[in-house]
């Protein structure tokens, strides 16, 4: 049997742990609420004992773990698997989680940013599958991307390709990255929350909505937080149009609230792209949510280590 991959999700709402395999099955999962407020040292002990159990279990199945495969928000550095103060991860600052947990598990341990591993999940066994040119859109809490250029993982000179949260889409808004008006601040989910109590502060003041309450009463038919995620797709459709002019990819993949929300953020995101973004840029690519759904941020766990074991196997 092939050995099994150790996958840690770790994600700014929520931190998952999942046994998988090379061909992208999932086969044992918990999580728990990473609850950043209470700062690395109490994340990291809870992330260690569901580790400790998750390795256990995979001796108890006859299959134990070969590596340990990590996706997590950055700025990071990658080789060295270090954290660098995440805007989602309030305390994690220039954590060494790679030999943190190789010390711990005594397995080699892959770190990935998690832009980067839903670009491989979705190119490995989604959305993208054949495509050469791939951008890959977080869009979860905070707002990230993950960049297959020419069919290779792109990292940049110094791991911050694909930081596109980062990027002034705006003059004004939610703030995030410490600036107002970026991407991430706009179209992220802590910046939805934050931009509906903006626009309808009578309603929802003083923290009271969550980007899901607002995708549930959009869905719903609510006005107030249909016009918040018209809003949010119109940002979204100005930076698509940014990628598409200067990378011109075959396929943009945008993960968690995109497929939640699906065409209620999608169309009108497509719309301005089209006004925006060249024309022919435009026909070449498609604009879709993950193919793997919710299933994506559990796959993109394993796919640092699947990457460096060469890749995955056939399912």
């Avoid at 004992?49 to 550095?77: D, F, N, Q, W, Y």
């Avoid at 220039?94 to 397995?107: A, C, F, V, Y």
């Avoid at 929350?193 to 980007?211: D, E, I, M, N």
């Avoid at 604009?287 to 280590?305: H, K, N």
Wanted: charged share 20%; proline share 5%.
């Amino acid at each position: 049997m092939e050995p099994a991959i150790l996958g840690l999700d770790i994600g700014g709402t929520k931190t998952a742990v999942v046994l998988g395999d090379r061909a992208g099955h999932i086969h044992e999962r918990t999580e728990f609420a990473t609850r950043t407020e209470r700062g690395f040292e109490p994340v990291f002990a809870e992330l260690s004992e569901r580790v400790g159990k998750m390795l256990a279990r995979a001796c108890e199945t006859g299959r134990p773990a070969a590596a340990v495969s990590i996706s997590i928000g950055g700025p990071l550095e990658i080789e060295p698997g270090i954290v660098q103060s995440p805007p989602n991860l309030p305390g994690w600052d220039g954590i060494p989680l790679k030999s943190l947990l190789q010390e711990q598990t005594g397995l080699p341990v892959y770190v990935e940013h998690d832009g980067n591993t839903g670009a491989l999940a979705e190119w490995y066994f989604g959305a993208a599958r054949g495509a050469q040119n791939v951008i890959f859109l977080t869009m979860g809490t905070g707002f990230g991307g993950g960049l297959i250029l020419n069919s290779e993982l792109y990292r940049g000179t110094c791991d911050l390709a694909g930081e596109v949260g980062h990027l002034r889409i705006a003059e004004s808004g939610p703030v995030a990255f410490g600036k107002s008006g970026s991407w991430e601040g706009l179209c992220g989910g802590a910046g939805i929350a934050k931009l509906a109590a903006q626009r309808f502060p009578a309603r929802w003041h003083g923290g009271q909505v969550t980007a899901r309450d607002v995708a549930e009463l959009a869905r719903e038919g609510d006005l107030d937080a249909r016009a918040v995620l018209e809003e949010v797709g119109g940002h979204l459709g100005r930076g698509l149009a940014i990628l598409l002019d200067v990378l011109n990819p075959e396929v943009i993949v945008i993960g968690s609230l995109a497929v939640r929300l699906g065409e209620l953020v999608l169309e009108p995101a497509r719309k301005v792209m089209e006004q925006e973004a060249l024309p022919k840029a435009v026909a070449a690519c498609r604009i879709v949510p993950a193919e793997l759904g919710e299933r994506l941020g559990d796959v993109a766990a394993l796919c640092a280590a699947i990457r460096a074991m060469g890749g995955p196997l056939d399912s």
